[in-house]
């Protein structure tokens, strides 16, 4: 570790992340003996790292050469954040606008993993406080944004998440295999989904989706309030603003209905 590095960095994985930049546009391809050199790292650590790396994507050994260059996951992964930065400057406006309009709470979420992640939220002045924040981490089965990103994600992982168990917060909480599956469909079907206190018995939310240029949804818009004021028309209508929200952001990411 040089004088540079804190001592509290764990030492694996500050050399893991010092190999993966010693790898540039003039240099793109490294052998074991020259990233040792270069960063002060034994060849056998350097090794053990270029293989664990490797078993997860982020880098790749080039049989002609002998040598190790960036992987597919370091693609994937500055993908994944570019993606989320131009949503979220094209999706900021109009989260604030509906959130204002209708005097609710409004997030913008994107699936990670097994969980739903709010990359922002915009209340009103008559909105109820909501233990939410940018950057909070939820569950996918009881809300209503994670409801519809799993409607459209991959049914590996819609089984990956019926196989751990739903969790029950509350009496309408979905636990059932069979009725959460149908759930998912009707979903697909209506265009949004709705979550009626099945994560906070007093709380319900409306989601609607938001699509990159290719078609994929990526990502999901919702108003969400107390179920006092959700009554069965204002949910209606809600959907179809939301849905017509989500339609105007895909828009600006290049996506055109057809």
């Known amino acids: 570790m040089n004088q540079h590095t804190p001592n509290n960095l764990l030492s694996s994985v500050n050399n893991s992340i010092r190999i993966l930049r010693a790898f540039t546009m003039d240099q793109p391809q490294k052998g074991v003996r ?3 050199t270069e960063l002060g790292i034994s060849k056998s650590s350097v090794q053990r790292i270029l293989v664990t790396l490797a078993a997860h994507g982020f880098v790749r050994k080039n049989e002609d050469t002998n040598k190790y260059e960036l992987g597919i996951s370091v693609l994937e992964l500055s993908s994944i ?3 989320h930065i131009d949503l979220h400057h094209e999706a900021l406006p109009t989260v604030t606008k509906l959130a204002h309009t209708h005097k609710e709470t ?22 109820v406080k909501l233990r939410s924040h940018s950057g909070l981490h939820n569950h996918t089965h009881c809300t209503s944004s994670g409801k519809l990103l799993l409607a459209h994600s991959d049914p590996y992982l819609v089984d990956t998440i019926l196989r751990n168990g739903l969790v029950k917060f509350t009496s309408t909480t ?18 949004y989904s709705v979550s009626r206190g099945e994560f906070r018995k007093d709380v319900t939310s409306v989601s609607a989706p938001i699509r ?16 006092t ?10 959907a179809r603003e939301l849905i ?7 828009e600006k990411l290049g996506y055109w209905k057809r």
């Not at 409004?106 to 909105?127: D, F, G, I, R, T």
């Not at 149908?182 to 079907?189: A, H, P, T």
């Not at 240029?213 to 919702?222: F, P, Q, R, T």
């Open 244 to 250: 017509h929200a989500g339609e105007l952001i895909s």
């Open 81 to 83: 954040f570019l993606e």
């Open 174 to 191: 979905i636990t059932e295999r069979d009725k959460f599956q149908n759930e998912l469909n009707k979903i697909l079907k209506q265009g």
């Open 212 to 227: 990159d240029h290719s078609g994929k949804v990526i990502a999901a818009i919702n108003l969400v309030g107390p179920s």
């Open 106 to 127: 409004s997030h913008l979420a994107v699936l990670n993993n097994m969980e739903v992640v709010y990359l922002c939220k915009v209340e009103s002045p008559y909105s």
């Open 229 to 238: 004021r959700f009554t069965n028309p204002r949910i209606q209508y809600f």
């Open 34 to 36: 020259e990233l040792a």
